[in-house]
């Protein structure tokens, strides 16, 4: 494992720092933080890969720090979730290890579709989902081994949405209301971005000093998040993703 660092000037670090807190604030909120970390990693000059991988250990922090604020004040029960915290982890290391040997370029144009779908799902939300919960439901350990796995293996190996993905799966199959879906999703989210990082860090991508730097303001920022979201609820989080999705779908189709 090689430790790679990156020298730039202070104000650059200092605008690095304020783009990790801002994401870490919107990503605990409705997910997407990484639509504002990676191009701005990209902008002070890193390769794609040491963007993504430095990416994912700033967002360890986010994701870690409103799992933290979640559990702390009893919205999630870690001791109910070791099955689909395992099987999101194993999940996520397969698609990290995938990420060299497949072309994601196919995925990646689907993306955008999902997305908007998403987007659109959580503008009707107060109507569809009494119906969808009447009529589709997954037990504990289906929801661990079919979206546990399948989506942490989308986290490992693209990434984008994987926050409103759990969300809509909590919401639709798991019948858990707003709030309660969103801490349940950073859990895992924090699972699979941790997971991931333990494959990159062996990859010798990782910026170190960016990344903590980084992770630092996400901390910060999660944790102001997951009080807004606490507080605030259905009335932040629905416009939230509802913005977050159709943004990120934007940026996929204006890269393509």
Not at 13 to 32: E, M, P, R, T
Not at 53 to 78: E, I, M, P, R
Not at 129 to 150: D, E, K, M, N, W
Request: net charge positive.
């Amino acid at each position: 494992m090689d430790v790679i660092f990156f020298d730039l000037p202070m104000w650059v670090y200092a605008a690095l720092f304020g783009a990790a807190f801002l994401a870490g604030v919107i990503d605990a909120i409705a997910g997407g933080g990484g639509l504002i970390t990676v191009p701005v990693l990209l902008a002070a000059g890193l390769s794609p890969a040491e963007a993504l991988a430095t990416n994912k250990l700033q967002g360890c922090a986010g994701t870690v720090s409103a799992s933290y604020h979640f559990v702390k004040k009893g919205q999630v029960k870690l001791a109910d979730m070791r099955l689909p915290i395992l099987m999101t982890a194993l999940g996520a290391v397969a698609g990290t290890l995938l990420v060299s040997y497949l072309d994601s370029g196919l995925l990646l144009k689907a993306v955008p579709i999902i997305l908007i779908a998403v987007a659109i799902f959580f503008f009707f939300l107060p109507k569809v989902q009494p119906y969808i919960a009447s009529r589709f439901s997954l037990t504990h350990v289906q929801f661990a081994v079919i979206i546990g796995t399948t989506i942490g293996f989308y986290d490992g190996l693209i990434g984008p949405g994987t926050g409103a993905f759990f969300s809509t799966a909590y919401l639709c199959l798991m019948g858990l209301t707003v709030v309660s879906a969103t801490a349940h999703t950073k859990v895992l989210n924090a699972t699979s971005n941790v997971a991931s990082l333990a494959v990159f860090i062996f990859s010798g991508h990782i910026m170190w000093v960016l990344g903590i730097v980084m992770g630092i303001g996400q901390w910060v920022g999660a944790q102001i998040g997951s009080r807004l979201v606490i507080t605030k609820g259905v009335a932040l989080i629905r416009p939230m993703v509802i913005i977050m999705c159709l943004a990120i779908s934007m940026k996929l189709l204006f890269q393509a």
